[in-house]
């Protein structure tokens, strides 16, 4: 998994809390969802990074193999507030019982939970990996409709599958990073504004790239700060 990821990030400088809020400063953001990955990214470090700066909101990310709610009970107590899961890179089936024992357990502790979707781990590195089923995600979301699923990338170039497969699903958001304005409208069309969630992927994606293509798309000023802030911010709030 280190060496793939290694191939992801290579020629990007480390990260730190500083350098991080810097970038934030220049594209006039004040707070941001940060994202552990065991093993690349430890959840005890991330959790300590972000401790005494409230603009960085930690999410952590839980060992599959290992009961699910005991972890998550300890690292939301010490800090956490959401969960990241990345089928591709932890080897899991994206509507699996993991993964459903993960989205069951974020929804009774009111904590958002982010999830990867587009691509396989091939396009990570990995030597092998499956390509996800874009219906595994509404598969996922109706097993604890109580919860709250964000689906990252919304697909990425599978994203027509992806929304045809949650568009109907309530608890559902888009993460909109890497993805044209014009697929900014299709994705509007079909779950309206309350349902799309800005993300970046930074440092491998660029968050001034992302506000740019939101205002080619051409959305109002009312639907583009659903999109920037409100929505995310729902999601949050109710992880407190």
Same mark, same amino acid.
């Given at each position: 998994m280190e060496r793939a990821l290694g191939?992801?990030?290579? @020629?990007?400088p480390p990260q730190s809390p500083e350098s991080l809020l810097a970038e934030m400063d220049t594209h006039g953001i004040s707070q941001?969802?940060?994202l552990a990955l065991p093993t690349w990214g430890d959840n005890r470090g991330?959790?300590? %990074?972000?401790? @005494?700066k409230p603009r960085l909101i930690p999410f952590i990310s839980l060992i599959p193999g %290992?009961?699910?709610?005991?972890q998550m009970d300890e690292l939301l107590a010490a800090g @956490?507030?959401?969960v990241k899961v990345h089928p591709a890179l932890q080897g899991i089936v994206v509507d699996g019982e993991f993964c459903k024992r993960v989205l069951g357990h974020a929804g009774k502790k009111n904590v958002p939970v982010l999830i990867h979707a587009g691509g396989s781990g091939r396009m990570l590195g990995l030597s092998t990996g499956k390509a996800q $089923?874009?219906?595994?995600?509404r598969r996922l979301a109706n097993s604890a409709p109580h919860a709250s699923l964000v689906v990252a990338h919304s697909g990425l170039w599978e994203y027509p599958e992806v929304l045809a497969a949650v568009r109907n699903c309530p608890n559902v958001w888009l993460d909109i990073s890497f993805q044209h304005p014009i697929v900014l409208r299709e994705l509007h069309d079909a779950v309206g504004a309350e349902r799309m969630i800005? @993300? %970046? $992927?930074?440092p491998v994606g660029r968050v001034d790239l992302v506000l740019k293509n939101l205002a080619v798309a051409g959305f109002s000023e009312k639907n583009i700060a659903r999109i920037v802030w409100e929505n995310a911010g729902k999601l949050l709030r109710s992880s407190r």
């Amino acid at each position: 998994m280190e060496r793939a990821l290694g191939r992801i990030v290579r @020629g990007i400088p480390p990260q730190s809390p500083e350098s991080l809020l810097a970038e934030m400063d220049t594209h006039g953001i004040s707070q941001t969802v940060v994202l552990a990955l065991p093993t690349w990214g430890d959840n005890r470090g991330l959790l300590k %990074s972000c401790q @005494g700066k409230p603009r960085l909101i930690p999410f952590i990310s839980l060992i599959p193999g %290992s009961e699910p709610e005991p972890q998550m009970d300890e690292l939301l107590a010490a800090g @956490g507030r959401g969960v990241k899961v990345h089928p591709a890179l932890q080897g899991i089936v994206v509507d699996g019982e993991f993964c459903k024992r993960v989205l069951g357990h974020a929804g009774k502790k009111n904590v958002p939970v982010l999830i990867h979707a587009g691509g396989s781990g091939r396009m990570l590195g990995l030597s092998t990996g499956k390509a996800q $089923d874009p219906q595994a995600f509404r598969r996922l979301a109706n097993s604890a409709p109580h919860a709250s699923l964000v689906v990252a990338h919304s697909g990425l170039w599978e994203y027509p599958e992806v929304l045809a497969a949650v568009r109907n699903c309530p608890n559902v958001w888009l993460d909109i990073s890497f993805q044209h304005p014009i697929v900014l409208r299709e994705l509007h069309d079909a779950v309206g504004a309350e349902r799309m969630i800005l @993300g %970046s $992927d930074f440092p491998v994606g660029r968050v001034d790239l992302v506000l740019k293509n939101l205002a080619v798309a051409g959305f109002s000023e009312k639907n583009i700060a659903r999109i920037v802030w409100e929505n995310a911010g729902k999601l949050l709030r109710s992880s407190r």
